[in-house]
C-alpha cells in the first residue's frame, strides 16, 4: 500500500495469467452452450474447453483455460457460480494439479528413412502411432500443453495433414493441501452440501 497526502492506495495485481478452471455441472442438455453464452456475452474468451460425463453420470466436470488477472478470474467464477446448473467451481491453477492434452495428427510419411525419422520423434515424445497408411501415419501424443505443442513444432516440416485436439483436461492431485484449506476458506462453491 502507498500513502499520499493522507489516502492510501492499494496497489492490485493486474498481470494476466492462465487459469485452469474446473467446474462441475448438472448433466442437462443445453448446459454447455448456456455457460459459454454466458461468458461469451460478458467478454471472457476461453482458451480451451473439453466436457465430459464425472463418475456421477447425473454430473459432467468441464475444464477451461482463460486468461486474465485474479479480478476476471474472480468475476468468471462468480457469474459460473451464480448458475442452476453449476455444483461447483474450482481454479485448478491455483493448486497442486495434473494437466492433459490429448492431439490426433496425420503427418506424411512415405515408407524409408522418413518414416523412421518420424518413429523415432514418436517415441522420444512417448507418443504412440495409431493408424499406418501408404504415405501417412496418425499420431497420438498427450502431455503437457508444452509437450504437445513441441511435437506439433517437430512434425511441421514433415507435412501435417490433418490435426485435432483435446482442450485440456486438470484434475487436483491427491491430498493436495491447498485445496482442503481453499474449501475451508469458502472459496469452493459446492452445492451437494447446501
Known amino acids: 500500500m502507498e500513502s499520499d497526502c493522507g489516502i492510501v492506495y492499494e496497489k492490485v495485481s493486474l498481470i494476466s495469467m492462465r487459469h485452469v478452471l474446473s467446474a462441475v455441472v448438472q448433466n442437462v442438455p443445453g448446459v454447455l452452450a448456456h455457460i459459454s453464452g454466458m461468458l461469451a456475452s460478458r467478454g471472457y474468451n476461453i482458451d480451451s474447453l473439453a466436457v465430459g460425463e464425472t463418475e456421477e453420470p447425473e454430473l459432467s466436470r468441464m475444464t477451461f483455460v482463460v486468461v486474465g488477472d485474479n479480478r476476471v478470474l474472480e468475476q468468471i467464477r462468480k457469474q ?75 512434425m511441421r516440416p514433415f507435412g501435417i495433414t490433418e490435426l485435432v485436439r483435446t482442450g485440456r483436461i486438470a484434475m487436483v492431485r491427491s491430498g493436495a493441501k491447498n485445496v482442503d484449506a481453499a474449501r475451508s476458506q469458502g472459496s469452493l462453491r459446492s452445492f451437494a452440501q447446501a
Open 80 to 154: 459460473l457460480e451464480k448458475l442452476v446448473t453449476v455444483v461447483e467451481v474450482v481454479d485448478v491453477s491455483a493448486t497442486d494439479y495434473v494437466e492433459r492434452d490429448l492431439m490426433l495428427m496425420k503427418v506424411t510419411c512415405p515408407p524409408g528413412p522418413t518414416r523412421t525419422e518420424v518413429r523415432e520423434l514418436v517415441d522420444i515424445f512417448r507418443g504412440r502411432i495409431v493408424d499406418v497408411g501408404p504415405a501417412e501415419v496418425m499420431i497420438e501424443i498427450s502431455g503437457r500443453e508444452n509437450k504437445v505443442q513441441a511435437f506439433l513444432d517437430r
